[in-house]
């Protein structure tokens, strides 16, 4: 090695040190999530033991995903009423809502798409095909 080259490697940075220098220069994006929850809703009908809580629905939750600009919908809830309330709190994140993603075909996890779809026209519906295939069991069985 000359004396050149040793200098050279020395007051050089190093490609580990450019790059975390890189790093912190560099704003981060990162991204939010927020979660919203419907209550839960009592079942009418007989009480399969006569102790314990009564029948009934859990709490049902949808989450939000956002960036800087776009946002994606985890769920859309069951009912109307819980599908609007989603959508006014989705828009209260003023993010472009781009996609909402249904994680599986029952019913408390796709039956507000509509509503969600009719806020957010430019949003897309996405599913796996057994979720999908999931989906359309449900509305053909009447649950």
């Known amino acids: 090695m000359t004396a050149a080259t040793r200098q050279a490697s020395t007051s050089s940075p190093s ?37 314990g809580e009564p029948l009934g629905w859990d709490p049902t939750t949808s989450t939000l995903i956002y960036g800087e600009y776009d946002a994606v919908l985890v ?4 009912t109307v009423a819980e599908a609007e309330a989603l959508a006014d709190w989705v828009e209260l994140h003023h993010r472009n ?29 996405i599913a796996t095909p057994k979720s999908v295939e999931v989906m359309h069991e449900q509305l053909e069985t009447g649950l």
């Open 15 to 51: 490609a580990a040190s450019l790059g975390s220098k890189m790093a912190e220069s560099t704003p981060r994006k990162r991204l939010g999530v927020n979660v919203f929850t419907a209550p839960g809703k009592p079942v009418v009908g007989e009480r399969p033991r006569p102790f």
């Open 75 to 78: 769920d859309t809830l069951t």
């Open 97 to 125: 809502l781009t996609t909402i993603y249904v994680t599986h075909g029952h019913f408390d996890h796709f039956f507000g798409l509509s509503v969600l779809l009719r806020r957010f026209p430019g949003a897309r519906a």
